[in-house]
């Protein structure tokens, strides 16, 4: 190990006498060279024609790319360049670029080096689309050896940490990435065509309203005050909502100050969207049309592969209760333990659930529910009647109080959205700011602040409204068939190293 380390080493000293040699004949990291296509295009435009086709075809080829395979043979060399994410042969002669520039200048470039090409496309004789290269230039050098592309990047660390490399090596992670920028577009598309308005709001914010997570603090020097990166943009929309406009979005970074796991990083990607005039049942038909409509765009079919599951999302989407949800799949809970205090608790304590006095039935159900239902959702299925302590923000059920007209969405046993009918009664909603700020530790929140702008807002009039927020990253995990949020994030939140 320690001797691969100082091959490693010996390389990188070798490479950088190279570009000192380079800089001292004149190199100076040249940025006028100009590409006409891409390889991506070349493939799928010239892949089918004949080598008969190609030869009159005679087109001049501007190309760039990195080198990634080397095979010279004397006085003719076949190179693989990559570029973005598909890669072509490039035949390179000592005919063609003079022997000067051939011997001197070409047979000394190594792989990771980025050039640029000049030539005709043709085929082998193996029937291999290649490009004849008439001129080569040097525009960027490689001092550091790329990973072995047969073995690629496999240690998941590095490729968190150094993601410019994963991204190199490992093309299948460049197209998810790639996807996930085309999921946001289809996601706007969609937005557009429902004739919503994208909006941006603050991301530090006086007081972190909208969501009970712990936030990220920060100071203003200016103004000398402490602010919070906002754990979710939701008291600001709704303020619009109140404003007048009806139909609005925003896709936005949002800060929870918590733990990091296979789906939840402390930086993410959140779409929230309000309606005004609109309850939860209309959200859930919205979210049913939204992701159909992103998956048909994206692959052209409603079924996508999620881990060993086809997911079908032409099929109506399942819908439960809590309480149902946590009968219909866990045949050892019984209806009548989740009606009584003590059964119930007994029921949290089988499942290491530690249970706080002032619980109610209601929250106690809620643990159970994460705790032994949520992983086994694994097609898209809406639960509803959540309870009203865990939704401060949300409408009370007519019919049954201790509940809220809210629901959220599964999808392959994670939660992907959550929305409710929103709370318009100033007066209510007053009352459980008040009551969460009594709840909440004071290690979370020592002021025990509230966003009373939010309320003055509410006493202007908040018409009947449906809110609605989307974890795009998790989305674009089910999506890609992903199973940790940080594939699909380039740049995830992590330790930092010793």
Same mark, same amino acid.
């Given at each position: 190990?320690?001797?691969?380390?100082?091959?490693?080493?010996?390389?990188?000293?070798?490479?950088?006498?190279?570009?000192?040699?380079?800089?001292?004949?004149?190199? $100076?990291?040249?940025? @006028?060279?100009?590409?006409?296509?891409?390889?991506?295009?070349?493939?799928?435009?010239?892949?089918?024609?004949?080598?008969?086709?190609?030869?009159?075809?005679?087109?001049?080829?501007?190309?760039?790319?990195?080198?990634?395979?080397? *095979? %010279?043979?004397?006085?003719?060399?076949?190179?693989?360049?990559?570029?973005?994410?598909?890669?072509? !042969?490039?035949?390179?002669?000592?005919?063609?670029?003079?022997?000067?520039?051939?011997? =001197?200048?070409?047979?000394?470039? $190594?792989?990771?080096?980025?050039?640029?090409?000049?030539?005709?496309?043709?085929?082998?004789?193996?029937?291999?689309?290649?490009?004849?290269?008439?001129?080569?230039?040097?525009?960027?050098?490689?001092?550091?050896?790329?990973?072995?592309?047969?073995?690629?990047?496999?240690? !998941?660390?590095? *490729?968190?940490?150094?993601?410019?490399?994963?991204?190199?090596?490992?093309?299948?992670?460049?197209?998810?990435?790639?996807?996930?920028?085309?999921?946001?577009?289809?996601? *706007?598309?969609?937005?557009?065509?429902?004739?919503?308005?994208?909006?941006?709001?603050?991301?530090?914010?006086?007081?972190?309203?909208?969501?009970?997570?712990?936030?990220?603090?920060?100071? @203003?020097?200016?103004?000398?005050?402490?602010?919070?990166?906002?754990?979710?943009?939701?008291?600001?929309?709704?303020?619009?909502?109140?404003?007048?406009?009806?139909?609005?979005?925003?896709?936005?970074?949002?800060?929870?100050?918590?733990?990091?796991?296979?789906? @939840?990083?402390?930086?993410?990607?959140?779409?929230?969207?309000?309606?005004?005039?609109?309850?939860?049942?209309?959200?859930?038909?919205?979210?049913?049309?939204?992701?159909?409509?992103?998956?048909?765009? %994206?692959?052209?079919?409603?079924?996508?592969?999620?881990?060993? *599951?086809?997911?079908?999302?032409?099929?109506?989407? $399942?819908?439960?209760?809590?309480?149902?949800?946590?009968?219909?799949?866990?045949?050892?809970?019984?209806?009548?333990?989740?009606?009584? %205090?003590?059964?119930?608790?007994?029921?949290?304590?089988?499942?290491?659930?530690?249970?706080?006095?002032?619980?109610?039935?209601?929250?106690?159900?809620?643990?159970?529910?994460?705790?032994?239902?949520?992983?086994?959702?694994?097609?898209?299925?809406?639960?509803?009647?959540?309870?009203?302590?865990?939704?401060?923000?949300?409408?009370?059920?007519?019919?049954?109080?201790?509940?809220?007209?809210?629901?959220?969405?599964?999808?392959?046993?994670?939660?992907?959205?959550?929305?409710?009918?929103?709370?318009?009664?100033?007066?209510?909603?007053?009352?459980?700011?008040?009551?969460?700020?009594? =709840?909440?530790?004071?290690?979370?929140?020592?002021?025990?602040?509230?966003?009373?702008?939010? %309320?003055?807002?509410?006493?202007?009039?908040?018409?009947?409204?449906?809110?609605?927020?989307?974890?795009?990253?998790?989305?674009?995990?089910?999506?890609?068939?992903?199973?940790?949020?940080?594939?699909?994030?380039?740049?995830?939140?992590?330790?930092?190293?010793?």
């Amino acid at each position: 190990m320690l001797l691969k380390k100082k091959n490693l080493h010996d390389e990188y000293e070798i490479r950088k006498k190279k570009l000192v040699n380079l800089v001292n004949k004149g190199f $100076d990291f040249p940025n @006028h060279f100009k590409v006409n296509t891409n390889i991506q295009n070349i493939n799928k435009k010239y892949d089918h024609y004949s080598r008969q086709e190609l030869l009159k075809e005679n087109k001049l080829i501007y190309l760039s790319g990195r080198i990634i395979k080397q *095979r %010279i043979m004397g006085k003719a060399t076949f190179i693989i360049i990559q570029d973005m994410i598909e890669e072509i !042969q490039i035949y390179v002669t000592e005919k063609k670029i003079t022997p000067k520039i051939y011997q =001197e200048e070409f047979k000394k470039w $190594d792989i990771g080096d980025i050039i640029g090409v000049i030539g005709t496309i043709f085929k082998t004789h193996t029937g291999e689309l290649s490009i004849y290269c008439t001129k080569i230039y040097l525009l960027s050098k490689s001092l550091r050896p790329l990973p072995s592309k047969f073995h690629g990047l496999l240690n !998941q660390e590095i *490729r968190y940490r150094k993601r410019y490399l994963d991204l190199l090596v490992n093309k299948n992670v460049t197209r998810t990435f790639i996807t996930r920028s085309k999921i946001l577009i289809q996601i *706007r598309n969609y937005m557009d065509e429902k004739n919503f308005v994208e909006v941006e709001t603050p991301i530090m914010q006086n007081i972190p309203g909208g969501a009970s997570a712990k936030p990220f603090v920060t100071y @203003h020097n200016s103004l000398n005050i402490k602010m919070y990166l906002r754990v979710s943009p939701e008291l600001y929309l709704k303020r619009l909502i109140i404003g007048g406009l009806t139909k609005i979005y925003e896709i936005s970074k949002n800060f929870r100050n918590e733990g990091i796991s296979y789906k @939840h990083n402390p930086e993410f990607t959140m779409m929230e969207l309000y309606i005004a005039y609109a309850n939860y049942e209309d959200l859930m038909n919205l979210i049913t049309d939204l992701i159909k409509y992103i998956t048909k765009k %994206i692959y052209y079919t409603y079924q996508i592969k999620y881990k060993k *599951r086809i997911i079908d999302f032409n099929q109506p989407f $399942d819908v439960f209760t809590m309480k149902n949800a946590i009968l219909h799949y866990n045949k050892n809970i019984k209806t009548n333990d989740l009606l009584n %205090i003590q059964k119930i608790k007994n029921i949290a304590i089988l499942y290491n659930i530690k249970v706080q006095k002032k619980w109610t039935i209601e929250k106690i159900m809620t643990k159970i529910f994460e705790m032994t239902t949520e992983e086994k959702l694994i097609n898209p299925t809406f639960i509803t009647e959540y309870p009203i302590e865990i939704s401060p923000l949300a409408k009370k059920n007519k019919i049954n109080k201790n509940y809220a007209d809210r629901f959220e969405l599964f999808i392959g046993g994670i939660e992907i959205a959550n929305g409710f009918s929103e709370l318009n009664n100033p007066e209510e909603q007053k009352m459980r700011f008040i009551k969460q700020n009594q =709840e909440i530790s004071s290690t979370l929140n020592k002021e025990k602040k509230y966003d009373q702008e939010y %309320i003055t807002a509410m006493e202007y009039g908040m018409p009947p409204t449906a809110g609605l927020g989307i974890g795009i990253d998790r989305l674009i995990m089910i999506l890609t068939n992903q199973s940790n949020i940080r594939d699909v994030i380039l740049f995830p939140t992590l330790r930092p190293k010793k």
